[in-house]
């Protein structure tokens, strides 16, 4: 009887996670499907319309629903990374390396005090004395530099870019430092679904504040291409009032949309983006970087408030100002339909939980 050739069969191992998206223009063509679905599902459940909404979630999930969503973001950020960009402008302000705990005008005054002291009694002091004092002068300027960790939120993370650089270390084996952590910078890294170890599953929506006190609140607050993909004016409009709160005064939050958003929409300009993000409360700190496809801001929550019975009469006509959709603009050319609303629950606070 002859002997049958016994073949190798190699086992089909099922991947984990699907590989990642290369084509550009799938995934330009996956995000911007995944988004007008969304739109007309929101719209159909505020409808009622039951059916239409089961129709559409069909549609999203022969896509790939949420998950291929993200794969198609990421081939985007690899063109734009916003993590360079967020790391490259804390470097420059020095926050990359911690906060220091003592602000520098008290530095600096403390400084010119000691220094006055010095000069005004250096003719009866001995050498050593002086030279005591000058070491015990250091050690004081020493300690008013030191620094705490930088607090930074992402909100809607696609990578861990920035978390690995809050893991990053410096040193190590036939070094003769040892091994410490090269930036003072502590990150939390959320999104709806996670798509990576590290990537909290959180909803910024429904996220409590961190403290009551608002000075122990999140130093920076990076919230990159999310709000394009907020369904609703009104919706957007409470994100960018909680990006506010979440933030302690003097904090950074570094913001991107798609230009689209502010080109092609006939609601909304860069000049009222900015407008309304005035009107929360932000302070225009940057837009200087250039993109084709990308608009990015830096905008701060000032240190200072103005005087309350001020504010409160700015902010009312401002949210009487944006409080509903007002065409700015006229023509089939634009064709995004972008808006922000906001109400007086947002731009104040009032609607805001708490964790302690």
Same mark, same amino acid.
Request: include cysteine.
């Given at each position: %009887?002859?002997?049958?050739?016994? =073949?190798?069969?190699?086992?089909?191992?099922?991947?984990?996670?699907?590989?990642? %998206?290369?084509?550009?223009?799938?995934?330009?063509?996956? +995000?911007?499907?995944?988004h007008? #679905?969304?739109r007309?599902?929101?719209?159909?459940?505020r409808?009622? $319309?039951?059916?239409?909404?089961?129709?559409?979630e069909?549609?999203?999930?022969? %896509?790939?629903?949420?998950? !291929?969503?993200?794969?198609?973001?990421?081939?985007?950020?690899?063109?734009?990374?916003?993590?360079?960009?967020?790391?490259?402008?804390?470097?420059?302000n020095?926050w990359?390396?911690?906060?220091?705990?003592?602000?520098? &005008?008290t530095e600096?005054?403390?400084?010119?005090t000691?220094?006055e002291?010095?000069?005004?009694s250096?003719?009866?002091?001995?050498?050593?004395v002086?030279?005591?004092? =000058?070491?015990?002068?250091?050690r004081?300027k +020493?300690q008013?530099?030191?620094?705490? *960790? =930088?607090?930074?939120?992402?909100?809607g993370?696609?990578?861990t !870019?920035l978390?690995?650089?809050?893991?990053?270390? !410096?040193?190590?084996?036939?070094?003769?430092?040892?091994?410490? #952590?090269?930036?003072?910078?502590?990150?939390?890294?959320?999104?709806?679904?996670?798509?990576?170890?590290?990537?909290e599953?959180a909803?910024?929506?429904? %996220? /409590?504040v961190?403290?009551?006190?608002?000075?122990?609140r999140?130093?920076?607050?990076?919230c990159?291409?999310?709000?394009? *993909?907020?369904?609703?004016? &009104?919706?957007?409009?409470?994100?960018?009032?909680?990006?506010?709160?979440?933030?302690? /005064?003097?904090?950074?939050?570094?913001?991107?949309i798609?230009?689209?958003?502010?080109?092609?929409? /006939?609601?909304?300009?860069?000049?009222?983006?900015?407008?309304?993000?005035?009107?929360?409360?932000?302070?225009l700190?940057?837009?200087?970087k250039?993109? /084709?496809?990308?608009?990015f801001?830096?905008?701060k929550r000032p &240190?200072l408030g103005r $005087?309350?019975?001020q504010?409160q009469?700015?902010?009312?006509?401002?949210?009487?100002h944006?409080?509903?959709?007002?065409?700015?603009r006229q023509?089939?050319?634009?064709?995004n339909?972008f808006?922000v609303?906001?109400?007086?629950?947002?731009?104040?606070?009032?609607?805001?939980?708490?964790?302690?």
């Amino acid at each position: %009887m002859p002997k049958t050739k016994k =073949t190798n069969v190699k086992k089909r191992v099922t991947p984990l996670a699907p590989p990642p %998206m290369r084509s550009r223009k799938k995934a330009r063509h996956v +995000t911007t499907t995944f988004h007008k #679905l969304t739109r007309q599902r929101d719209v159909a459940e505020r409808n009622g $319309q039951v059916e239409e909404v089961q129709r559409i979630e069909d549609q999203l999930n022969a %896509m790939g629903g949420r998950r !291929e969503y993200q794969r198609a973001s990421q081939v985007s950020v690899s063109y734009f990374s916003t993590s360079k960009w967020v790391l490259g402008y804390l470097t420059s302000n020095g926050w990359l390396f911690g906060i220091p705990t003592v602000p520098e &005008e008290t530095e600096t005054a403390s400084l010119r005090t000691d220094n006055e002291g010095n000069d005004s009694s250096s003719s009866s002091r001995s050498s050593v004395v002086t030279r005591d004092d =000058t070491a015990r002068q250091k050690r004081k300027k +020493t300690q008013r530099r030191e620094r705490r *960790c =930088t607090t930074l939120l992402e909100v809607g993370a696609i990578n861990t !870019e920035l978390l690995d650089a809050s893991k990053k270390t !410096e040193g190590g084996i036939g070094s003769r430092t040892e091994v410490s #952590l090269k930036y003072k910078l502590r990150v939390r890294s959320i999104d709806l679904h996670s798509i990576a170890d590290g990537i909290e599953e959180a909803d910024f929506l429904k %996220m /409590p504040v961190q403290h009551r006190d608002v000075n122990k609140r999140y130093d920076v607050i990076v919230c990159s291409m999310v709000l394009n *993909c907020v369904t609703s004016p &009104e919706v957007r409009g409470e994100m960018i009032g909680r990006l506010y709160h979440h933030l302690r /005064p003097g904090g950074l939050c570094f913001l991107t949309i798609p230009k689209s958003c502010l080109t092609l929409s /006939p609601y909304v300009n860069n000049e009222v983006f900015v407008r309304i993000l005035k009107a929360v409360g932000f302070v225009l700190q940057e837009t200087k970087k250039e993109s /084709p496809k990308v608009s990015f801001f830096v905008v701060k929550r000032p &240190e200072l408030g103005r $005087q309350q019975q001020q504010q409160q009469q700015v902010d009312d006509a401002d949210i009487a100002h944006f409080s509903r959709v007002v065409k700015i603009r006229q023509g089939k050319k634009f064709r995004n339909d972008f808006s922000v609303c906001l109400s007086r629950d947002s731009v104040l606070g009032t609607n805001l939980t708490y964790l302690d």
